[in-house]
Structure formats: C-alpha cells, structure tokens
T-cell receptor
Framework: DAGITQSPRHKVTETGTPVTLRCHQTENHRYMYWYRQDPGHGLRLIHYSYGVKDTDKGEVSDGYSVSRSKTEDFLLTLESATSSQTSVYFC????????????FGNGTRLTVT | KQEVTQIPAALSVPEGENLVLNCSFTDSAIYNLQWFRQDPGKGLTSLLLIQSSQREQTSGRLNASLDKSSGRSTLYIAASQPGDSATYLC???????????FGKGTKLSVKP
C-alpha cells in the first residue's frame, strides 16, 4: 500500500472553529489532492498540489485553504467550519498525470455540529 | 465540463457469475481512465488504469476496456466472489494536473 497517512481519522468540531487536516506521504510523489465524499455527490476535488508551494483550486474549494511547504505534507484548513462541511475527506497522491494511478489515504471523518 | 456516469448504481449477483460494470464520460479528451474499488469505511483502492492510447487493461479476474470515441469504459469481473462485494468507481482526468472526475459508483453485492 502507498504510504499515506491522514490525521486525525475522526474529528468533531463546532461551527465557526478552524480545523486543519493533515496528509502525510512517504512516497515522494509530486501530486497531492484533497477530495470530499458525500452521499449523492460522490467524490469531489477540493484543492490539489503539483509541487511544493504549488497549489490550485478544485471544484468545491470555497471555505477551504491548503498549504504544501514540504513534498510529504499537504494540509487542508477549514477556515471557519460550517455544517455543510461535514463529510469524509480523502487525500490522494500520484507520481505523474499520465500513467500513475491515484493512491488514496483512509480518510478523515469530520462532523461539524 | 467533464461528467462521469456509472450504470447501474447497484447490482446484486450470485457467486460465480461474470459481470460488467459500465462507465460513460462526456469529454473524450482524456489522458487516462481509472477504476477503483471502495470497501465500506475505507479509502479507494486503484484497480486498473487505462491510458488514452490503450484499449484495455487486465489484472487477474478484472478486465477494463476503453472506447474514447464513444466515451465509454467497461469493467469486466470474471467468476465473481463474495469478496468482490464493494463499490466500484471509475474516474477520468479533469484537466492538465491529473485531478480526476469521479462517477458516483456501482455498489456490487455478490451473494454466496
């Protein structure tokens, strides 16, 4: 299995508080992604990174920010959590965009009350 | 905007049956198409990746085909087993940085 660790695995937080989710990889892959998975919507891309300090927005980026100061770490921050951000968050990595499969972490289940 | 559709949403078959899962996409300008498996409460596991220049890929009892011109892919599972029960998702790349657009998946149940 690809070496991807997401932390925390579960979190409950209150509306309006900031939350940071961490994705750590040991594969030295260039590309990293944050997805959220919701019933009825499937997996949707939040933000992605194509190198250290190189990030871009995905389909559902409003209310989220990311940072990548090292190859191995990709942080997702909910600036002020809302109930609509209750979801399962997945980090994924790949080494190239042509013929490298996407490898996923086990997810973080976030509940915003 | 790329859209990915998977039909059926759910499928129940008896053990031993051969089955086909379908995936369609609206924009044929893709780098690759990937098939994943997701078990309840888990992340996604990559099954097969088909590059845009390829027609099919095989891994064990799994065979995936790609027809870019018609915007379709199929995942063939031979001799299904209860351990194959999971949700199967297909995804195509949505742009130049490899970010994937996912279908909503087919939930497969293989009954002993």
């Amino acid at each position: 299995d690809a070496g991807i660790t997401q932390s925390p695995r579960h979190k409950v937080t209150e509306t309006g508080t900031p939350v940071t989710l961490r994705c750590h990889q040991t594969e030295n892959h260039r590309y990293m992604y944050w997805y959220r998975q919701d019933p009825g919507h499937g997996l949707r891309l939040i933000h992605y990174s194509y190198g250290v300090k190189d990030t871009d927005k995905g389909e559902v980026s409003d209310g989220y920010s990311v940072s990548r100061s090292k190859t191995e770490d990709f942080l997702l921050t909910l600036e002020s959590a809302t109930s609509s951000q209750t979801s399962v968050y997945f980090c994924a990595i790949s080494s190239n965009i042509l013929d490298s499969p996407l490898h996923f972490g086990n997810g973080t289940r976030l509940t915003v009350t | 905007k790329q859209e990915v559709t998977q039909i059926p949403a759910a499928l129940s078959v008896p053990e031993g049956e051969n089955l086909v899962l379908n995936c369609s996409f609206t924009d044929s300008a893709i780098y690759n198409l990937q098939w994943f498996r997701q078990d309840p409460g888990k992340g996604l596991t990559s099954l097969l990746l088909i590059q845009s220049s390829q027609r099919e890929q095989t891994s064990g009892r799994l065979n995936a085909s790609l027809d870019k011109s018609s915007g379709r892919s199929t995942l063939y599972i031979a001799a299904s087993q209860p351990g194959d029960s999971a949700t199967y998702l297909c995804a195509v790349d949505g742009g130049s940085q490899g970010n994937l657009i996912f279908g909503k998946g087919t939930k497969l149940s293989v009954k002993p």
